[in-house]
């Protein structure tokens, strides 16, 4: 089912989880014994990223240099159709303009279309400093508002090509949106402005990147519904648990971390962190549920033992 219509059709706000494919090498188990844990809280999607190789370059006597593949991970789509298929659950595979071809990105859409996945997610995905040489047939999306009109286009019956068997995808399209603004916009009118280009573009929802102030999330809906954003935004959450987090996801994501939470950790013992996460993730949720938020959304990477801690009592709220 398309993520706007689990919206429209769930009595309660409903919660969905973001997990990330783990490193080459492990084994898929550890991915669904993370889903299966959280299937008594009854997940509506489970989205899952996608990741460009991490490459490490090194400079040749000659002057040249060499990439090296450092770590990979495995294909965000078979994950997908794993999940899907094995618990029944929506998954939403996430798909970047950087580091695929449009050609790329049309077969990994017929191929999302025929297991029988209805959501995307269309991203740019950071840039890794990487372009692997283009063959002079091949194009690229540069910016999501590229890659969602592909979808659209797709979800017509236009492909890259005309084909005998262009059967119209019908793909529900997600968006990323930043209520402390994306670090490459100038500002924030800006940044909406670039978000209600994919909004117009056809993209049916957004999903924002992490903040630990409810505020930027109340103010970013009205910039955007101020501009004329009618779809859907659904708040991202991030639970904190180690000191270490406090340096490296400002760093990482461009977003703040509010004084008393960051006094609070840092006062606090190691094995104390996860609780002071929790807690303030729970009153976050709280807050925004009761501010009529249309659904929350949990970034918990590989582990969904903090994340029951916080949504069992949501439950019971709701
Ligand atoms: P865009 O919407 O393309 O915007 C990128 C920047 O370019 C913005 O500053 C925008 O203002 C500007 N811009 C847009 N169009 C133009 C234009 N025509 N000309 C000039 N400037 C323009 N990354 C991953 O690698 N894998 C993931 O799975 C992943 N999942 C994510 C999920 C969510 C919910 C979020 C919020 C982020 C995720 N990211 C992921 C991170 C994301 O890829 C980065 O934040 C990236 O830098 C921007 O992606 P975007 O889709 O928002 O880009």
Not at 65 to 80: A, F, H, Q
Not at 122 to 148: F, H, I, Q, S
Request: charged share 25%; glycine share 6%; proline share 7%.
């Amino acid at each position: 089912m398309k993520v706007t219509e689990l919206l429209a059709r769930s009595a309660s706000p409903p919660i969905s989880y973001e997990i990330i494919p783990p490193l080459r090498g492990s084994s898929v188990q550890q991915v669904f014994d993370t889903v299966e844990q959280l299937l008594p809280f009854e997940p509506p999607f489970i989205d899952v990223t996608s990741h460009a190789a991490e490459a490490y370059y090194e400079e040749l006597p000659d002057g040249t240099v060499r990439r090296y593949s450092k770590r990979k991970r495995p294909g965000t789509i078979g994950l997908c159709a794993a999940i899907q298929h094995r618990f029944r659950v929506e998954a939403i595979p996430h798909l970047l303009c950087n580091g695929f071809t449009r050609e790329e990105t049309e077969d990994a859409l017929i191929e999302l279309h025929y297991l029988g996945i209805r959501n995307v997610m269309a991203l740019r995905g950071d840039d890794n400093g990487y372009r692997k040489p283009d063959r002079l047939d091949r194009t690229r999306n540069l910016y999501a508002t590229e890659l969602v009109s592909q979808i659209v286009a797709m979800n017509r019956g236009c492909y890259l090509e005309e084909l005998a068997n262009a059967v119209p995808t019908d793909f529900c399209v997600g968006v990323a949106g930043y209520p402390e603004k994306h670090f490459e916009a100038p500002n924030q009118v800006r940044d909406v402005a670039g978000l209600k280009r994919k909004v117009e573009a056809g993209a049916d929802y957004i999903v924002t990147q992490m903040f630990f102030d409810n505020r930027h999330y109340f103010d970013f809906v009205d910039r955007c519904r101020e501009a004329g954003i009618t779809v859907p935004i659904i708040p991202g959450l991030k639970i904190l648990s180690s000191n270490k987090q406090l340096r490296t996801i400002p760093r990482s994501f461009h977003v703040e971390i509010p004084e008393e939470l960051a006094a609070e950790i840092e006062a606090a013992k190691p094995e104390q962190v996860a609780e002071i996460g929790v807690e303030w993730a729970v009153r976050q949720s709280e807050q925004l549920l009761s501010a009529g938020a249309p659904s929350l959304h949990f970034y918990i990477m590989a582990c969904s033992s903090l994340v029951t801690r916080v949504v069992r009592p949501l439950r019971v709220m709701a």
